[in-house]
């Protein structure tokens, strides 16, 4: 129940159109009930059973329903005096004709404002649920969750708007039809509805039982579907490394394995939902057998008084209140499934960032002296990753960080972005603590080039803009001649406005990387981080791309990861970095005259 509300809470700006729609399907509920009663005094009139002394004179103005029906008989009797049987006949048909027709304009009105409530439900907890991913650590997007998160906001929120959202129809309008029909019910016989509403309940309980199981499999099948998608994400960005290890097979049994079980649960679903319907039915078929005793009883031999053609309206009028009685409970099942996926999406937007602002950030405008890492500890789960780290990357200087693969290197860059915090020790951005910054602010003076150019299915001109979307087009080409890629960019089909498929894939390895380096140029960077970002490269793009970072780093403070000692050399100051300790700090030259890892990692890679 708590999980409907939160999922109606998205709908709130459409708030006003409550009155209205609640007019609009009692409106057309009114006018449904009316045309079924209107039967009785059509079977009466077919059957000669009206009684015309009660219903000579006009009765006295009430609201209630024996007004309106004494109403109804004085004129319909009025009617057959003047214009005989048929004549009668003819205006009860036509007075069915306009009620059914009213009947289905309310509800399209009705129906149609709740369309609107229903997309505008899901466009708002799609908007949501992404920006609530977005503002998660970097810390959460590990593969396996990546999978599932796209899952979640995908096919869970799907189902969310095909079951819960959709079932809203019926969950509203049908109480108001189940609450005019049982009105009409009781004016025509108080003993019979009571009789009736005695049995109902036995049909509800089989329900329930079934809804309780879908719920269980629901949960299953989206896991499911979280870990189809992460299986796809995984083998269409590693497409080249499957084929090339020939791994096909492997992968397509391991997709065939999760599709299986899907299926499975799926069809668990599917058996238990299909048995709410037979139950219902069958249920609802022996409620109608027992009226039909009891109500024929009444009519043949009493005590009670009921009439061959008010027992056929009241008969007629219970079977249309069983319809919208099963469609609540067909519902009902499909909510479960509903349910159980809309938990899943509020579970992922539970989540909230260990990163936070303080209450009154510092915005930080420029790099005066530098960044200074003091006592600095982290580990990501057991293991300290990084052990009591001090050092100062002073402004304008160049650091390298270097050293073996594992060793630290990359995520001393992410703490410096603050993408994690220390887990003990202090970094600071001049003489401040880097957690009293403004988040934004600290990461907008900074300029990341990973090893891997991160690009999106965007056009050129939008990448090198990416995160200064107001960059004026002589400012992305100036960007993009400094980094060298202007010529190559002219060459694509529609130049700056070519879109670059995903990942970039329609580009070479040189090629993305100075696009990237481009989009670092265009943003100007107070701090400029390089995580390895030649060593991917052939030695021709290498050699190109290196220019470019040499434009890039020109007077800049620059944090350069290098597993190339070549790129390293020129750097004022080179950190060798292994198992999360600074083991030695120098000079290219002071270093290689230490004789120690350095000078050895440097003898291995000229080998
Ligand atoms: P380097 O950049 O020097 O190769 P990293 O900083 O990437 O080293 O990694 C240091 C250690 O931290 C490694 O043992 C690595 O396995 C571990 N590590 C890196 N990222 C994560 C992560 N997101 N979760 C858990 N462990 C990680």
Same mark, same amino acid.
């Given at each position: 129940?708590?999980?409907?509300? %939160?999922?109606?809470?998205?709908?709130?700006?459409?708030?006003?159109?409550?009155?209205?729609?609640?007019?609009?399907?009692?409106?057309?509920?009114?006018?449904?009930?009316?045309?079924?009663?209107?039967? +009785?005094?059509?079977?009466?009139?077919?059957?000669?059973?009206?009684?015309?002394?009660?219903? /000579?004179?006009?009765?006295?103005?009430?609201?209630?329903?024996?007004?309106?029906?004494?109403?109804?008989?004085?004129?319909?009797?009025?009617?057959?005096?003047?214009?005989?049987?048929?004549?009668?006949?003819?205006?009860?048909?036509?007075?069915?004709? +306009?009620?059914?027709?009213?009947?289905?304009?309310?509800?399209?009105?009705?129906?149609?404002?709740?369309?609107?409530? %229903?997309?505008?439900?899901?466009?708002?907890?799609?908007?949501?649920? &992404?920006?609530? $991913?977005?503002?998660?650590?970097?810390?959460?997007?590990?593969?396996?969750?990546?999978? =599932?998160?796209?899952?979640?906001?995908?096919?869970?929120?799907?189902?969310?708007?095909?079951?819960?959202?959709?079932?809203?129809?019926?969950?509203?309008?049908?109480?108001?039809?189940?609450?005019?029909?049982?009105?009409?019910?009781?004016?025509? /016989?108080?003993?019979?509805?009571?009789?009736?509403?005695?049995?109902?309940?036995?049909?509800?309980?089989?329900?329930?039982?079934?809804?309780?199981?879908?719920?269980?499999?629901?949960?299953?099948?989206?896991?499911?579907?979280?870990?189809?998608?992460?299986?796809?994400?995984?083998?269409?960005?590693?497409?080249?490394?499957?084929?090339?290890?020939?791994?096909?097979?492997?992968?397509?049994? %391991?997709?065939?394995?999760? $599709?299986?079980?899907?299926?499975?649960?799926?069809?668990?679903?599917?058996?238990?939902?299909?048995?709410?319907?037979?139950?219902?039915?069958?249920?609802?078929?022996?409620?109608?057998?027992?009226?039909?005793?009891?109500?024929?009883?009444?009519?043949?031999?009493?005590?009670?008084?009921?009439?061959?053609?008010?027992?056929?309206?009241?008969?007629?009028?219970?079977?249309?209140?069983?319809?919208?009685?099963?469609?609540?409970?067909?519902?009902?099942?499909?909510?479960?499934?509903?349910?159980?996926?809309?938990?899943?999406?509020?579970?992922?937007?539970?989540?909230?960032?260990?990163?936070?602002?303080?209450?009154?950030?510092?915005?930080?405008?420029?790099?005066?002296?530098?960044?200074?890492?003091?006592?600095?500890?982290?580990?990501?789960?057991?293991?300290?990753?990084?052990?009591?780290?001090?050092?100062?990357?002073?402004?304008?200087?160049?650091?390298?960080?270097?050293?073996?693969?594992?060793?630290?290197?990359?995520?001393?860059?992410?703490?410096?972005?603050?993408?994690?915090?220390?887990?003990?020790?202090?970094?600071?951005?001049?003489?401040?603590?880097?957690?009293?910054?403004?988040?934004?602010?600290?990461?907008?003076?900074?300029?990341?080039?990973?090893?891997?150019?991160?690009? &999106?299915?965007?056009?050129?001109?939008?990448?090198?803009?990416?995160?200064?979307?107001?960059?004026? +087009?002589?400012?992305?080409?100036?960007?993009?001649?400094?980094?060298?890629?202007?010529?190559?960019?002219?060459?694509?089909?529609?130049?700056?406005?070519?879109?670059?498929?995903? %990942?970039?894939?329609?580009?070479?390895?040189?090629?993305?990387?100075?696009?990237?380096?481009?989009?670092?140029?265009?943003?100007?960077?107070?701090?400029?981080?390089?995580?390895?970002?030649?060593?991917?490269?052939?030695?021709?793009?290498?050699?190109?791309?290196? *220019?470019?970072?040499?434009?890039?780093?020109?007077?800049?403070?620059?944090?350069? +990861?290098?597993?190339?000692?070549?790129?390293?050399?020129?750097? =004022?100051?080179?950190?060798?970095?292994?198992?999360?300790?600074? $083991?030695? *700090?120098?000079?290219?030259?002071?270093?290689?005259?230490?004789?120690?890892?350095?000078?050895?990692?440097?003898?291995?890679?000229?080998?």
């Amino acid at each position: 129940m708590q999980t409907l509300l %939160r999922i109606l809470r998205f709908a709130r700006p459409l708030r006003g159109v409550i009155p209205i729609y609640t007019a609009l399907i009692i409106l057309a509920t009114i006018f449904s009930v009316i045309n079924l009663t209107v039967l +009785i005094p059509l079977l009466q009139i077919l059957f000669d059973q009206v009684d015309v002394a009660e219903y /000579s004179e006009l009765p006295e103005f009430a609201l209630t329903t024996d007004y309106f029906k004494s109403l109804f008989y004085t004129k319909l009797i009025a009617l057959r005096e003047a214009k005989g049987k048929m004549g009668a006949l003819y205006f009860l048909c036509g007075f069915i004709a +306009i009620s059914v027709l009213l009947a289905n304009i309310f509800r399209y009105f009705s129906q149609l404002i709740l369309a609107k409530v %229903r997309v505008r439900v899901i466009r708002n907890l799609r908007t949501a649920a &992404f920006q609530s $991913v977005l503002n998660l650590d970097l810390a959460f997007f590990t593969n396996f969750r990546k999978g =599932d998160t796209i899952s979640r906001i995908t096919t869970d929120i799907q189902d969310v708007e095909q079951s819960v959202v959709s079932s809203l129809k019926v969950l509203i309008k049908e109480p108001f039809l189940i609450i005019g029909y049982l009105g009409a019910l009781v004016t025509i /016989s108080l003993e019979l509805t009571v009789y009736t509403l005695l049995l109902i309940p036995a049909a509800g309980f089989g329900v329930s039982l079934v809804a309780r199981r879908i719920r269980k499999w629901a949960t299953k099948s989206q896991e499911s579907m979280g870990r189809i998608t992460q299986t796809l994400d995984e083998t269409f960005g590693g497409m080249r490394v499957i084929k090339a290890f020939n791994a096909v097979t492997t992968i397509r049994k %391991r997709f065939q394995k999760e $599709v299986d079980s899907y299926a499975q649960e799926n069809f668990e679903i599917a058996s238990k939902s299909n048995l709410s319907s037979p139950i219902s039915e069958t249920v609802g078929v022996v409620v109608l057998v027992i009226i039909l005793i009891i109500g024929g009883r009444m009519v043949l031999t009493g005590p009670i008084e009921l009439t061959a053609s008010s027992f056929i309206g009241f008969l007629v009028i219970f079977s249309q209140l069983l319809n919208p009685a099963k469609a609540i409970s067909v519902c009902m099942s499909q909510v479960s499934r509903g349910i159980a996926s809309a938990k899943r999406v509020f579970e992922m937007m539970d989540n909230r960032p260990d990163i936070v602002e303080v209450e009154k950030p510092v915005a930080p405008k420029s790099l005066s002296n530098g960044i200074q890492f003091q006592n600095v500890s982290f580990n990501y789960g057991h293991e300290e990753v990084i052990s009591t780290i001090n050092f100062e990357l002073r402004k304008g200087e160049t650091m390298a960080l270097i050293g073996p693969s594992g060793g630290g290197k990359s995520t001393i860059a992410d703490l410096v972005c603050r993408f994690y915090d220390p887990v003990k020790g202090d970094i600071y951005v001049d003489e401040n603590n880097l957690k009293e910054l403004s988040i934004s602010d600290w990461r907008d003076m900074i300029a990341l080039v990973s090893q891997e150019p991160i690009l &999106f299915h965007d056009t050129v001109a939008n990448n090198i803009a990416f995160g200064n979307p107001d960059s004026s +087009i002589s400012s992305i080409e100036a960007a993009a001649k400094s980094a060298f890629a202007h010529d190559f960019i002219i060459e694509l089909e529609n130049g700056y406005e070519t879109v670059i498929g995903d %990942r970039g894939n329609k580009l070479s390895g040189g090629q993305k990387q100075r696009i990237t380096i481009a989009r670092a140029l265009l943003k100007d960077p107070q701090l400029l981080i390089l995580d390895e970002a030649t060593s991917s490269l052939d030695a021709r793009s290498e050699q190109l791309v290196q *220019q470019a970072l040499t434009n890039l780093m020109a007077g800049r403070t620059t944090l350069l +990861i290098a597993h190339r000692l070549s790129t390293t050399q020129h750097a =004022d100051r080179i950190l060798v970095i292994d198992k999360g300790k600074i $083991v030695e *700090q120098g000079t290219h030259k002071v270093l290689m005259e230490a004789n120690g890892l350095y000078s050895q990692l440097t003898r291995l890679q000229s080998f």
